[in-house]
């Protein structure tokens, strides 16, 4: 079963605007992060938050985790024809310090960018 | 620095058939993960291999096995093949021997059942 739940489905934009994609999930979490997917392609890993960090930065993207309500967000700045891909949200529910145990994904975000 | 490389990229095999999917991961890395992408759906967690041994596994049927060889590499192998196992494989792999919570996936291998 799948834990995340991206909001919204699908989201279009005009290339400079901000794209601002949501994360809720279910159960406690060691960490959450963020993967690009390009057209039924590979992931590409994004950026991973802390379950005890609220928020982090790389380069123009920026997210940011509440455990309180369970949900996280991420913003991309000035967003490219090239952030065009779905954005998954993944937890990962590892209980122990030794190293990821598996990720639950979303559905994800379709993001469409229009030059 | 390799990343993670998955052959075939692409499969077509008839209901009943068995098939064998393999991952090669990053380099440094001595952990695999396995994940099942249906058409626009989010990969769904599979198992996960450690030290050649299967260490997690999530809710997919014993038709579902795997491997992980000594050079860290592993394969999926999935038996008795229904059309619903038509789907996006995906390979991840990380660092657990060092505690690292980073997966990093290969390009996938795309399966189709008829």
């Known amino acids: 079963s799948q834990q995340g739940e991206e909001d919204p489905q699908a989201l279009s934009i005009q290339e400079g605007e901000n794209a601002t994609m949501n994360c809720s999930y279910k159960t406690s979490i060691n960490n959450l992060q963020w993967y690009r997917q390009n057209s039924g392609r590979g992931l590409v890993h994004l950026i991973l938050?802390?379950?005890?960090?609220r928020e982090k930065h790389s380069g123009r993207l920026r997210v940011t985790l509440d455990t309180s309500k369970k949900s996280s967000s991420l913003l991309i700045t000035a967003s490219r024809a090239a952030d065009t891909a779905s954005y998954f949200c993944?937890?990962?529910?590892?209980?122990?310090?030794?190293?990821?145990?598996?990720?639950?994904f979303g559905k994800g975000t379709k993001l469409t960018v229009n030059p | 620095d390799a990343g993670v490389t998955q052959s075939p990229t692409h499969l077509i095999k008839t209901r009943g058939q068995q098939v064998t999917l393999r991952c090669s991961p990053k380099s440094g890395h001595d952990t695999v993960s396995w994940y099942q992408q249906a058409l626009g759906q989010g990969p769904q967690f599979i198992f996960q291999y450690y030290e050649e041994e299967e260490r997690q596994r999530g809710n997919f049927p014993d038709r579902f096995s795997g491997h992980q060889f000594p050079n860290y590499s592993s394969e999926l192998n999935v038996n008795a093949l229904l059309l619903g196992d038509s789907a996006l494989y995906l390979c991840?792999?990380?660092?657990?021997?060092?505690?690292?919570?980073?997966?990093?996936f290969g390009p996938g291998t795309r399966l189709t059942v008829t």
């Open positions: 938050i802390r379950s005890n960090e």
């Open positions: 991840a792999s990380s660092l657990k021997g060092q505690g690292s919570y980073e997966q990093y």
């Open positions: 993944a937890t990962d529910p590892s209980q122990t310090q030794g190293g990821s145990e598996k990720l639950v």
